[in-house]
């Protein structure tokens, strides 16, 4: 028998989406909880994040009368994640468990005091499929005053936006130059940081929100946390797993666990040696993760036998490296750029590839497919000064003026005809003239019959929405012409272990690993190898560790 340094009914390693939550249905039913972090800081990715869970047919939906329901979300699920033996994690009873869980996982921490809503307009990423919501099934946190957690507050990973504004204001905000609503949003950002300051508070947005309120609400419930304090080990006593291994202090701790262990340490994405393996042609420096998404604790459940599925897959998010950003943890986004009028994508030899306005997962999963046959990482974005003048690039406002040394060290290339551009970026300057003049006769007809861009809803809430005659398509023809390069990145991995519906981990043969749980993506997603929708990640980490926690007060 196992001697134990300290004992809790439930053990959680990391502290991203889904453990607080876990934390917290376990608190309710009187169990204790200790929530062991490697790194100093609590939140994991979904802190930094946007914060969105893709939750179908959520309480705020019915609120707002915007109709969905549990079949119509199958429906959905059924068309894009569809049947196949290479997504074990996202088999149909797997889908119809989180489909109806997810509600009630809201309805949970609405009952806690989380203050959640909805964005008002988000489109499915797959909006033309059957069971799609042009509206969105999009939940959100509402702004936290962080100066609420007291000496906790320093403790929160800090979010990638360092604003007083909701999300849903900041996907407005960058459309500053089209939508009067956009520079009254703008105004009252100002207002709001001169009132929270002048009253003491600093509130927080996206993911900063949602996990703050977590942390506020966890701390208030009694849940226990350990950081610096890394997790090597599971201690696995006749087969079942009874605790871990932890290190606090450079002093391993033998923690026990009565009723389980919770996996929720993220992926991969900050393991080289892993992704060259799963994901060759990847770079850790490419991803906007947490630094301790290090994939060691996917390793140690593969110790003990749990089985593995969709490593090959991660949530794409394309991104831009200028100067003097190489080294940093959260570099620009630009999933807006290629979808914005008057703005294309090219491979190396100058020819489009893909819907530019597609779901970010996708963008970068044909980045890397098509860059096994030609040459497309890094791919060149192609504009204009329209696009200059009206749309955001890599940080800076519309019509900014842009850094000299984004020239001076060819981040930002910039010629006055198109053929001196292609010259620039060694492309075939005749190559690059038909691309960009085929995809201005397909803005001259209002179709793009190549890729079809525009014809989704979310093309074009993703491109120009105020934009009247097409908001995803625009000619690139008034020069100077510019080419920013654009990198295949990630906001996390996909793959991971296997579980059951009831989050249990399982082995090669399919059998469960007892005490064994995880959430996250610690495991393979039940999204398969799609992006359904915003919040397709941290959405079920959330309802995996809700599930993970019921399934273990019920074996308790």
């Not at 134990?4 to 439930?10: A, K, Q």
């Not at 705020?60 to 429906?75: H, I, K, N, P, Y």
């Not at 087969?239 to 929720?264: D, M, Q, S, T």
């Amino acid at each position: 028998m196992t001697a134990f340094d300290e004992i809790y009914d439930l053990v959680v390693v990391g502290s991203g989406g889904g453990s607080m939550c876990a934390g917290l249905v376990a608190r309710e039913a009187g169990k204790t909880v200790l929530i062991v972090e490697k790194t100093p800081l609590i939140g994991g990715t979904t802190a930094r994040s946007g914060g969105v869970m893709w939750i179908p047919n959520n309480p705020f939906m019915s609120r707002d009368g915007v109709a969905d329901s549990l079949e119509q979300a199958t429906t959905y699920l059924d068309n894009v994640v569809g049947d196949s033996n290479d997504s074990p994690g996202a088999t149909r009873e797997r889908r119809r468990t989180y489909l109806t869980e997810g509600p009630n996982m809201i309805n949970f921490l609405v009952d806690q005091g989380i203050k959640l809503n909805r964005v008002s307009y988000w489109p499915d990423y797959y909006d033309e499929q059957p069971g799609s919501s042009e509206q969105g099934r999009t939940v959100v946190a509402e702004l936290f005053n962080v100066n609420e957690l007291g000496p906790w507050k320093s403790k929160l990973r800090p979010n990638f936006l360092d604003i007083m504004g909701s999300l849903e204001d900041m996907l407005k905000l960058r459309f500053i130059k089209q939508s009067w609503e956009s520079k009254k949003i703008a105004i009252r950002l100002v207002l709001r940081t001169i009132g929270a300051k002048l009253t003491g508070k600093h509130y927080v947005t996206a993911g900063g929100a949602l996990q703050g309120r977590m942390l506020h609400a966890s701390l208030k419930a009694g849940v226990e946390f350990l950081t610096d304090t890394p997790v090597n080990e599971l201690i696995v006593e006749g087969g079942a797993v009874k605790g871990v291994v932890a290190f606090a202090n450079g002093e391993p701790r033998r923690i026990g666990a009565r009723y389980g262990v919770l996996i929720n340490a993220g992926g991969f994405a900050r393991n080289q040696k892993m992704r060259d393996e799963y994901q060759p042609g990847t770079d850790t420096n490419w991803s906007l993760t947490a630094e301790g998404d290090t994939g060691e604790m996917i390793l140690e459940m593969m110790r003990h036998g749990a089985a593995i599925g969709q490593m090959e897959e991660m949530v794409g998010n394309q991104i831009a490296i200028p100067p003097g950003m190489e080294n940093v943890a959260i570099k620009p986004v630009v999933q807006g750029v290629t979808a914005a009028p008057h703005c294309i994508l090219v491979d190396q030899s100058g020819s489009r590839y893909m819907n530019e306005a597609g779901s970010y997962m996708a963008y970068c999963k044909g980045m890397l497919e098509r860059n096994r046959e030609i040459p497309a990482v890094p791919s060149w974005a192609i504009f204009d000064s329209q696009f200059i003048r009206s749309y955001m690039l890599a940080g800076t406002m519309p019509g900014a003026k842009k850094p000299e040394r984004w020239f001076a060290e060819g981040f930002l290339r910039k010629a006055d005809t198109l053929e001196e551009l292609a010259r620039e970026i060694s492309l075939d300057p005749s190559a690059l003239r038909g691309t960009v003049d085929r995809f201005n006769g397909f803005v001259a007809q209002g179709r793009d019959d190549d890729y079809q861009r525009g014809e989704r809803a979310y093309d074009r809430w993703l491109g120009d929405p105020y934009k009247t005659d097409n908001a995803s398509l625009g000619t690139i023809s008034e020069g100077p012409f510019y080419a920013m390069p654009v990198l295949p990145g990630d906001v996390g991995t996909y793959g991971g272990v296997i579980t059951d519906p009831l989050a249990r981990v399982l082995r090669e043969d399919g059998t469960v690993i007892p005490g064994l749980y995880a959430t996250g993506i610690s495991t393979a997603s039940v999204m398969g190898r799609v992006y359904p929708g915003a919040g397709a990640s941290v959405g079920p980490s959330f309802v995996w560790g809700y599930v993970a926690a019921k399934s273990i007060l019920a074996s308790s």
